[in-house]
């Protein structure tokens, strides 16, 4: 943990009656939870610590700041009960400022009502929840990466334009599966496409020969993937054995991350198309970055959840620093005003319901011919412009937005 | 209560009156949450000599109702949760029918059966919105005047219920009705002999077992805010048997000392991942070679009196 | 084309082939574990992490020492069986005289350590391992498209299935085991070495869950929770066949894939809970199982 010196000059000279504008104890601290041992520990895990330093370390390089930052890291085991404990803990005893990452809704979406209680920043960008900026929305959230409207849209209508527009589901049977069929197949229609049918499986379902049996059968030109982590992977993988892709239809993974690809392998993986918002080939500074990422990462090459916590970091600490105050709400507040600038995700903006803004890119996954060596496995298909990745802001049911 | 047992209560009731002016009330409730869970497990283990592999059903359950009853129905605190015990008994009511004839190990299959049923009801049930859970549960006010967003009123809430479900798991262990289910661990055959109805015994052990399972996962709803599928998953019927086998089965104190140290374990160890995991293996596997007394056990066996 | 309640009658035979499959890896993986109850009264809940390690081996086998698909299917098994013996040496001897319970509780126990060590080194996403050459493609059966490696899972399975069966109920060896398990001094008076025996006969539970772990290798994800869940479905299948019949534990895998399939056409958020429902019913009504006797 880099702790660097602050000089107390800025909290003293504003005396006892500014005394909220400044940083609590004197150190702003941020804590990274996630899921380190189960589904999600590859997405983000240890590496999200990783790219959390970073942050602070760039950000603190790049301005000569004299903020005194401190990064905590736990794991939640994605229970919201053990998330919303540990986020309690941070807040009232640790006097943790910030929370970062929080992949899984039910946990993200407890964290996001802690926060708020307590007027602490909730900075999530691991979930996929898009409840987190409409009914669930908060002043004290921001939520950076990705949602399940912006993935149905991004590779929904994505699809539809380049001519997949007959559909048949393969849905995890809970409320983030239907979800995203849900939003998928109304991108579908709204474009001119079909459903074809849907089948639902339990989560956690090992075999899937029967129900991609039943997509096949449908004779649909997409099989919509709207499933996560192991179900999404054995889903493609048992595709691969069943000769859905080479026997002409396509598969479209509604959530996948590099972690997902690189498990598969390109053999299995191939032809795969989704949406995602990073990918570490996509220009100089992504490239720049990435390389920097893995050699602290033990090789591992950045997901698109690694960067969201780099980017949300720096924005923060700009926040931050602008107001000199760390407390929660202010923060958030600040960081919507200020526009984002990072070399990851560009130029953006947080919006009132405190959604960030960014263009969406389609990829498919490269032929193992195609690919030159580790982690080379996408090619960008398409990109969504940021003004139409994300749902309108009058659309999400946020009160917070008139 | 012997004289030992008398300190033995006096040290943990100091104990919980004390520890939350100096470690996180929330954790301590959190223990007390698992510590009546598992008092209500050892009822029928300790004492009953049934091994539930199941009892995920009836703390999650509870809680569910609870939280539902709360959110959504704006019952007061005291409502949510009696409501949520009393749907933990009937579910105790259902599945012991069900499962109260067999023996041993098909026992223990019967319960992990049904409750896996419960597990993938609740996954699919609306109200529970599955992986979600049920989020911000108010608090509410108890009876009327108390507060319990106050840390304080809802941990002195959280201790009344502990305690009185504790005393009430004593008396019945210390009653007519304990003795009888005593003699049905030691010999059932020899229960049978002597003209007793050892079904409805055990029948009405498993029952008040659900029932005080449910209290403790109903009150763990309104403290935490939140029920989710974790309570009622199989790996959570599992941490009870780790806690109770660790604590000392068949002991009154034990569950607690158990819940004691599982829930520090899994708090102040979260930070190292999925060595939790390891960490509960290794103690499931070396009380069971060498420490089958559990905890409070050993001290019972040392001072020669039971605890 | 005909319907039957609204599915194509070819489209159904088709599931019910894979259901057939399906239940042909359900017996495979219940074997080993009615062998260890059916014989040794001990319920071993290390069954699914014997199955991850079998899986395991054969992924480490193929990327650290390059030995491919056809050589872990005998190595893995012999790796894991060895492994049982030693688990059952070491811990489970000493757990003979109590409550059957116990033993329960410490393979649980064992199988945390076991997953928890290998979830730590590998995460969670899984490793990837490649169809072996030889059995991938498959062929067009004109209601479905079949892969190979499909045909040959039913085929080893209905195999080891019937070896076995056959080993257990039929021949010398198993009579001793049989035997030994019901009178185990008396065995022992005539000459048998009855210890040795209960070890090899984990040691053979265990490389049953090995073996099934490397045909499951290349078409589910290699990961190190993937016996965990598949464990709790494996003990229903035993429970409902009967816990000490082999041959219950065989027709009840093939029934429950074939009628798990049929639920996944017509129901198929069900699927997972449809056999612990069978499970609850039998319980209820044949607490012994279908085929079991009532020890």
């Known amino acids: 943990m880099s702790v660097l010196k602050m000089a107390a000059a800025v909290a003293l000279a504003l005396g006892a009656v500014s005394a909220q504008a400044q940083v609590s104890d004197g150190v702003v601290k941020i804590g990274v939870l996630n899921d380190m041992s189960s589904l999600y520990a590859d997405v983000g895990g240890p590496g999200s610590v990783v790219a959390a330093k970073m942050a602070v370390e760039d950000y603190i390089k790049a301005t000569k700041s004299k903020l005194k930052v401190e990064i905590l890291s736990a794991d939640h085991q994605n229970k919201p009960d053990v998330g919303s404990q540990i986020a309690r803990q941070w807040f009232d005893v640790d006097h943790v400022d910030a929370i970062v990452d929080i992949p899984n809704s039910g946990v993200a979406l407890a964290v996001s009502a802690v926060a708020r209680e307590k007027g602490k920043a909730n900075l999530n960008t691991g979930a996929a929840s898009s409840d987190l900026t409409g009914k669930a929305c908060?002043?004290?959230?921001?939520?950076?990466?990705?949602?399940?409207?912006?993935?149905?849209?991004?590779?929904?209508?994505?699809?539809?334009?380049?001519?997949?527009?007959?559909?048949?589901?393969?849905?995890?049977?809970?409320?983030?599966?239907?979800?995203?069929?849900?939003?998928?197949?109304?991108?579908?229609?709204?474009?001119?496409?079909?459903?074809?049918?849907?089948?639902?499986?339990?989560?956690?379902?090992?075999?899937?020969?029967?129900?991609?049996?039943?997509?096949?059968?449908?004779?649909a030109k997409v099989i919509g993937l709207a499933n996560a982590g192991a179900d999404t992977t054995n889903s493609i993988k048992q595709a691969a054995e069943f000769g859905i892709v080479k026997g002409g239809q396509s598969l479209a993974g509604l959530l996948v991350f590099l972690s997902d690809v690189h498990a598969l392998g390109l053999q299995t993986a191939q032809g795969l198309i989704f949406t995602e918002t990073f990918y570490w080939d996509l220009n100089d500074q992504t490239r720049a970055w990435s390389k920097r990422f893995a050699a602290a990462n033990g090789g591992k090459y950045p997901t698109m959840d690694h960067a969201g916590v780099y980017a949300v970091i720096l924005h923060y600490l700009k926040a931050v620093e602008a107001i000199k105050s760390d407390d929660g709400t202010k923060a958030v507040a600040e960081m919507k005003k200020l526009p984002t600038d990072d070399p990851l995700f560009g130029k953006g903006t947080i919006r009132a319901d405190g959604r960030k803004i960014h263009p969406a890119y389609l990829f498919e996954v490269k032929k193992p011919s195609e690919s030159k060596g580790a982690y080379d496995y996408y090619k960008l298909r398409a990109t969504i412009p940021a003004d139409q990745a994300f749902r309108p802001l009058k659309d999400g049911g946020c009160e917070l937005v008139k | 209560m012997s004289r030992a047992q008398r300190i033995a209560f006096g040290v943990m009731l100091a104990f919980f009156l004390l520890a939350p002016l100096v470690l996180y009330p929330v954790f301590l409730m959190k223990v007390m949450c698992f510590a009546l869970f598992a008092c209500a497990f050892n009822l029928l283990i300790g004492f009953g000599g049934l091994l539930s592999f199941g009892h995920a059903m009836f703390l999650g359950t509870a809680g569910y109702v609870s939280a539902h009853a709360a959110k959504v129905w704006g019952c007061p605190p005291e409502l949510a949760i009696l409501l949520g015990t009393l749907s933990a008994a009937a579910l105790g009511l259902v599945t012991g029918l069900l499962a109260i004839r067999r023996q041993g190990i098909y026992f223990a299959m019967i319960t992990l059966a049904l409750s896996q049923m419960i597990y993938f009801y609740c996954l699919q049930a609306p109200f529970t919105h599955g992986e979600d859970g049920i989020q911000s549960v108010p608090r509410g006010t108890l009876f009327g005047f108390i507060d319990l967003s106050n840390i304080w009123a809802m941990y002195a809430t959280v201790l009344v219920v502990f305690v009185a479900g504790f005393l009430l798991i004593y008396r019945a262990i210390h009653s007519p009705f304990g003795q009888v289910l005593k003699s049905i661990r030691e010999n059932e055959a020899r229960a049978i002999s002597l003209g007793y109805d050892t079904t409805r015994y055990k029948f009405l052990a498993f029952v008040l077992s659900a029932a005080l399972a449910g209290l403790a996962g109903a009150t763990k709803a309104i403290v935490f805010q939140l029920a989710s599928l974790t309570d009622v998953h199989w790996t959570m019927s599992g941490e009870v048997v780790l806690i109770t086998l660790l604590g000392g089965m068949g002991t009154i104190f034990g569950p607690v000392a158990g819940a004691l140290v599982i829930i520090t374990m899994e708090n102040y160890l979260a930070q190292l991942g999925a060595w939790v995991t390891v960490a509960q293996g290794v103690i499931f596997v070396i009380c069971v070679l060498a420490f089958r007394r559990g905890i409070v056990g050993e001290i019972a066996h040392f001072l020669k009196k039971p605890l | 084309?005909?319907?039957?309640?609204?599915?194509?009658?070819?489209?159904?035979?088709?599931?019910?082939?894979?259901?057939?499959?399906?239940?042909?890896?359900?017996?495979?993986?219940?074997?080993?574990?009615?062998?260890?109850?059916?014989?040794?009264?001990?319920?071993?809940?290390?069954?699914?992490?014997?199955?991850?390690?079998?899986?395991?081996?054969?992924?480490?086998?193929?990327?650290?020492?390059?030995?491919?698909?056809?050589?872990?299917?005998?190595?893995?098994?012999?790796?894991?069986?060895?492994?049982?013996?030693?688990?059952?040496?070491?811990?489970?001897?000493?757990?003979?005289?109590?409550?059957?319970?116990?033993?329960?509780?410490?393979?649980?126990?064992?199988?945390?350590?076991?997953?928890?060590?290998?979830?730590?080194?590998?995460?969670?996403?899984?490793?990837?391992?490649?169809?072996?050459?030889?059995?991938?493609?498959?062929?067009?059966?004109?209601?479905?498209?079949?892969?190979?490696?499909?045909?040959?899972?039913?085929?080893?399975?209905?195999?080891?299935?019937?070896?076995?069966?056959?080993?257990?109920?039929?021949?010398?060896?198993?009579?001793?085991?049989?035997?030994?398990?019901?009178?185990?001094?008396?065995?022992?008076?005539?000459?048998?070495?009855?210890?040795?025996?209960?070890?090899?006969?984990?040691?053979?539970?265990?490389?049953?869950?090995?073996?099934?772990?490397?045909?499951?290798?290349?078409?589910?994800?290699?990961?190190?929770?993937?016996?965990?869940d598949l464990i709790i479905v494996v003990f229903a299948v035993v429970v409902i066949g009967g816990m000490g019949s082999i041959m219950g534990s065989i027709v009840t895998g093939f029934s429950l894939g074939i009628i798990e399939g049929l639920t996944k056409v017509f129901y198929p958020e069900a699927s997972n809970t449809v056999i612990f429902v069978i499970m609850a019913i039998v319980l209820a009504v044949r607490p012994a199982g279908l085929f079991g006797a009532q020890k």
Not at chain 1, 163 to 181: K, Q, V
């Open chain 3, 1 to 228: 084309m005909t319907e039957i309640f609204g599915i194509p009658t070819q489209a159904l035979f088709g599931q019910l082939l894979i259901g057939l499959i399906n239940g042909s890896f359900y017996a495979l993986l219940s074997l080993g574990l009615a062998v260890i109850f059916g014989l040794l009264n001990i319920i071993n809940f290390t069954h699914g992490a014997q199955y991850m390690l079998g899986a395991f081996c054969a992924y480490l086998l193929l990327n650290k020492t390059g030995v491919g698909y056809w050589w872990s299917l005998l190595l893995a098994p012999l790796i894991v069986g060895a492994l049982g013996m030693l688990i059952e040496r070491l811990m489970l001897k000493r757990l003979y005289k109590l409550d059957h319970l116990y033993g329960l509780l410490l393979t649980f126990g064992l199988a945390l350590v076991i997953q928890g060590v290998f979830r730590n080194e590998y995460g969670t996403s899984g490793q990837p391992y490649a169809m072996p050459a030889e059995l991938a493609g498959g062929r067009n059966l004109g209601f479905m498209f079949l892969p190979n490696y499909r045909a040959w899972v039913i085929a080893t399975s209905v195999a080891v299935c019937l070896g076995t069966w056959f080993v257990i109920e039929k021949t010398k060896l198993g009579s001793y085991l049989r035997a030994a398990t019901e009178n185990p001094a008396l065995v022992q008076a005539f000459g048998i070495n009855v210890p040795r025996m209960i070890t090899l006969t984990y040691g053979f539970g265990a490389a049953l869950a090995a073996f099934a772990g490397v045909m499951a290798a290349p078409i589910y994800q290699v990961n190190p929770q993937m016996g965990a």
């Open chain 1, 138 to 219: 908060s002043p004290n959230t921001v939520h950076w990466l990705y949602d399940t409207w912006m993935l149905a849209h991004g590779t929904g209508s994505a699809i539809v334009k380049t001519g997949g527009d007959t559909w048949f589901f393969l849905t995890s049977d809970y409320a983030f599966g239907h979800a995203l069929e849900r939003d998928t197949s109304e991108v579908v229609k709204a474009n001119g496409g079909k459903v074809l049918g849907a089948v639902r499986h339990p989560i956690n379902t090992q075999d899937f020969s029967s129900f991609l049996l039943q997509a096949q059968a449908s004779k």
